[in-house]
């Protein structure tokens, strides 16, 4: 099914993914807080991306580099004179627009034809009435636009208490720099050979003009991004190294968006034309995403080729070369660019688990995550609240799970509420504590030490001894099989 993006906005503040920014103050344009389930499945997100590209890796490094660079960085990178947008102003109301989105935009109309009558017409169409096409601010209706000017995306502030030219920084607008200017550092400090990569997730801002979809595309956002260096003169399997590289990222960033849940159908490489490559690339592909909104990029992966190293190393007099063992000369390595988006990631994995089903002629909710990114892995409940032994019992195995998931408990509804609402934000078990785990004894009667556990996606169950649990979660949650587990702890029927 597909979901809208009012749904999932509207589920994410409910259930405490995702917030206004400064909501109570009427918002902050484009800013999002992740509340507590967001955070949980922001940094999961985050953790897997690291252990799968960075930690299992011989050949990747990471770093936590600083937001705050020297302004240089964003003269070498080219950031200063080409991350730019072109824009006009209104000279009436002051807005501002990208100049090639003002003709996409619904636009306001005072008709003399109607006596100065106001009208919305539909983008690019003239009015009905007097035939007139849009001149002034779309917005206001009553303003002449500036022509184009080149607006700077990069967000500008001060080192320092004195506000002059000379302490002008820039909040980075991407984590791909840091890993350019360490490149020495980090070849040095940790002997590496090339093919190697570096590593870093961290937070980038933009003063994108046209922001919005949510968390799609913000101001201050997030990216996951990964340099990796490749001598230029080698060949892997018969094709420069670089362009063997470039191949084997696309492949392997695909592959790990389908083993977190995306599913075929959602993804696409989209093959940048030439004339619409960034002013460093040889060749990029981007990873596109079927969001809510329609097609749209995922992530990005372009071959950089040498030109960041040798811009920085022109603009800092530093070498920033490798010396090539086998041929006995230092060249500059070229670099493949996996650069991914950590929010716009999480709105693709919200977006694709989010599924509706009819249950018993009720409607049911389910964020189908892959166990290792659901926020809560599993949910406590006891059956009946008013019962000490059961909610001292169910307190007990949600501390000792605690110790290595993220585990809640909840008696707050009767069970079926209790289930849907797990199932809800993606909890992928939940385990029931009841009269028969604890026994009666008023009436001399032993409990058998076993709880249930229920699966969220089948909704089957299982019944398995207290002391069990941990071991089962174990497997389960690392990618283990439910169908094993159901039958090996049947449940009664
Ligand atoms: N270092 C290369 C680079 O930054 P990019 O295509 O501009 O490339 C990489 O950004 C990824 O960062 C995008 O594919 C997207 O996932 C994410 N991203 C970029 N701008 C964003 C924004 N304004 N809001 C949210 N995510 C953004």
Redesign the pocket.
Do not use: N, V
């Given at each position: 099914m597909t979901v809208t993006m009012d749904t999932l906005v509207s589920l994410c503040k409910r259930r405490g993914f995702v917030f206004q920014s400064s909501e109570i103050y009427g918002g902050t344009g484009s800013c999002y807080d992740y509340g507590p389930l967001g955070v949980e499945l922001k940094n999961n997100l985050k953790r897997l991306w690291w252990r799968d590209f960075v930690q299992n890796r011989p050949d990747m490094v990471g770093i936590d580099a600083s937001i705050l660079m020297h302004p240089m960085v964003w003269k070498a990178s080219g950031h200063l004179e080409n991350f730019t947008d072109p824009m006009v102003d209104c000279r009436e109301c002051k807005l501002r627009f990208r100049a090639d989105d003002v003709d996409t935009l619904a636009w306001t109309h005072y008709c003399e034809a109607t006596k100065g009558n106001k009208f919305t017409i539909p983008a690019a169409e003239p009015c009905s009435h007097c035939g007139a096409r849009r001149t002034l601010c779309p917005d206001c209706g009553k303003g002449e636009l500036t022509p184009p000017r080149r607006f700077n995306l990069m967000f500008k502030t001060f080192m320092g208490p004195v506000e002059e030219e000379a302490s002008v920084a820039y909040l980075r607008p991407?984590t791909?720099q840091a890993m350019f200017v360490n490149f020495e550092n980090v070849l040095q400090s940790m002997r590496l050979k090339l093919p190697f990569g570096i590593a870093q997730a961290g937070r980038s801002f933009?003063n994108?003009i046209t922001?919005g979809n949510f968390i799609?595309?913000?101001r201050e956002?997030e990216?996951m991004?990964i340099e990796y260096f490749v001598n230029p003169r080698e060949t892997v399997e018969g094709r420069p190294a670089d362009e063997y590289w470039h191949d084997r990222w696309i492949a392997d960033c695909m592959a790990w968006f389908r083993r977190y849940g995306l599913r075929e159908e959602n993804l696409r490489l989209r093959e940048h034309e030439k004339d619409e490559l960034s002013h460093y690339s040889k060749r990029t592909v981007d990873i596109d995403y079927r969001f809510p909104i329609g097609w749209s990029?995922?992530?990005?992966i372009a071959n950089r080729t040498d030109f960041d190293l040798k811009q920085h190393a022109k603009f800092s007099g530093k070498s920033l070369t490798y010396f090539d063992e086998e041929r006995k000369e230092h060249i500059v390595p070229y670099v493949v660019?996996p650069?991914?988006?950590v929010?716009?990631a999480l709105l693709a994995f919200l977006a694709d688990a989010y599924t509706e089903e009819e249950v018993r002629g009720e409607k049911r909710v389910v964020l189908r995550f892959h166990p290792e990114l659901a926020p809560v892995k599993v949910a406590v409940l006891p059956l009946l609240k008013k019962r000490d032994e059961i909610v001292k019992a169910a307190h007990a195995i949600r501390a000792t799970l605690a110790r290595e998931w993220r585990v809640v408990y909840d008696d707050t509804a009767a069970i079926g509420r209790l289930y849907r609402r797990q199932d809800e934000v993606g909890t992928p078990y939940c385990v029931t504590v009841d009269v028969q785990t604890v026994g009666d004894s008023d009436k001399g009667e032993a409990g058998d030490g076993k709880v249930t556990i229920r699966d969220r996606d089948s909704m089957g169950q299982a019944r398995v001894p207290i002391e069990a649990l941990t071991g089962i979660f174990r497997d389960l949650l690392s990618g283990g099989d439910w169908a094993k587990v159901a039958s090996e702890f049947p449940a009664a029927k």
């Open positions: 991407e791909a933009r994108e922001p799609f595309r913000t956002f990216q991004e990029e995922l992530m990005g660019e650069a991914s988006g929010d716009r």
